[in-house]
């Protein structure tokens, strides 16, 4: 091994040779590597923040297993099905608690603004906390007065003024469906791409908002599994207990849920998927030209390492040794830019883009094999370089 090591240090590195020899042709082989890994970066990362930012509700949820309509789309898409069931439940051993909780996807007017927005409203009895949200639970009985609820700070939209007011500890009123609410509070969740932000009050305050509204219809039911139960085996007993007209689900497989809506059912998962795959295309040909030229350029030099001997292992090598750091150095400028575009997308929309570790490993690879892919594209000229046509 260490022979091996100490020979290809002692190599003469002609790949690298060649691409420096032309330095405008190598800036522009870099830029376009650049641009393809930025491309990559941005889609995987909206891709994330999808999958993340749908998913944030459901991970703040106090709950083992959700009990949901089986019309139910996605979080913003819930049906309704009967409480009834919230109370059959409680007959299965092993199941600690469970509760039940509303949603409505709702306009409301921006109390910075006046402007009309949709919002998500969530309400549950105060009395049982429903999220694993410090904000919220020391907020319980703040959500108890009548018409009072509590704002998401991570909304997307103009609420600086406002939310900078509620933490100066004042209240806001704004309108929800002709009614006057105080806005007594804060917590942090986040805007999604199915919603701009939420609200969180009571289940008694929701159902006055919506007089129309049967209490008896819920959206979701909360389980709680006691100590020592698997929630998985407490899953499958309810799943034969509960009639069909209810879904259970562990609380792993609800975010799965969502996130396969998004995957599947959703036009945006597919769209952020084929970006990424246009982001690698767009790679190949960008390098496949760059190395292609390069040996067209030196096709009679090559041609002149065959007459001396040279195998033609040696003429490939050489091609992917120029493969291989041209993906070197176009991936950290790639990054740079994409560093900064996350950090700009994200003041912008309050999406979750965080540049992580095994996302810059994925696209380093995925820059290497399709510098690679090129490189096999364009060393196939190699094999005709025959020293006797060349001269």
Not at 197 to 207: A, E, K, R, W
Not at 363 to 372: E, F, N, Q
């Amino acid at each position: 091994m260490m022979r091996l090591l100490q020979q290809l240090w002692q190599r003469t590195p002609l790949g690298w040779l060649q691409l420096s020899h032309e330095k405008s042709r190598l800036l522009v082989a870099l830029s376009g590597i650049a641009f393809a890994d930025v491309l990559m970066f941005m889609q995987l990362g909206f891709q994330t923040a999808l999958y993340d930012s749908n998913t944030r509700l459901h991970r703040s949820l106090q709950a083992d297993i959700v009990l949901m309509s089986p019309q139910a789309r996605n979080l913003q898409g819930l049906s309704t099905f009967s409480r009834r069931r919230l109370y059959q439940a409680m007959d299965i051993p092993g199941v600690k608690s469970a509760q039940a909780m509303y949603f409505n996807y709702i306009i409301w007017k921006n109390p910075q603004t006046l402007r009309e927005t949709g919002v998500l409203l969530i309400g549950f009895n105060p009395d049982k906390p429903a999220f694993d949200l410090s904000d919220v639970n020391q907020q319980l009985q703040t959500i108890k007065l009548p018409n009072t609820v509590l704002f998401d700070r991570g909304a997307r939209g103009e609420y600086q003024k406002a939310i900078a007011q509620i933490d100066q500890g004042k209240t806001l009123t704004t309108e929800i469906e002709g009614r006057t609410i105080t806005i007594s509070g804060l917590f942090k969740v986040g805007a999604s791409f199915g919603t701009d932000g939420s609200l969180i009050t009571s289940d008694q305050n929701l159902l006055r908002l919506f007089p129309r509204r049967n209490s008896s219809s819920v959206s979701l039911g909360l389980i709680q599994v006691q100590p020592g139960y698997d929630p998985k085996k407490v899953a499958a007993v309810l799943k034969d207990y509960l009639k069909d007209d209810v879904k259970v689900l562990t609380n792993a497989e609800f975010i799965e849920f969502e996130n396969n809506f998004w995957r599947t059912n959703s036009p945006i998962g597919f769209i952020f998927s084929l970006g990424v795959s246009m982001g690698f295309v767009v790679g190949v040909i960008i390098v496949y030209q760059v190395l292609s030229t390069d040996v067209n350029s030196h096709i009679r030099e090559y041609a002149t390492f065959k007459a001396m001997g040279y195998r033609h292992y040696y003429l490939l090598g050489v091609v992917f040794e120029e493969a291989v750091i041209l993906a070197a150095l176009g991936f950290f400028p790639g990054m740079g830019v994409s560093l900064a575009l996350y950090q700009l997308t994200r003041s912008a929309t309050n999406l979750p883009m965080y540049m992580t570790a095994i996302r810059g490993l994925q696209v380093l690879v995925l820059t290497i094999i399709m510098c690679a892919i090129s490189g096999a594209i364009a060393t196939r000229k190699l094999q005709g370089a025959d020293p006797a046509d060349m001269f």
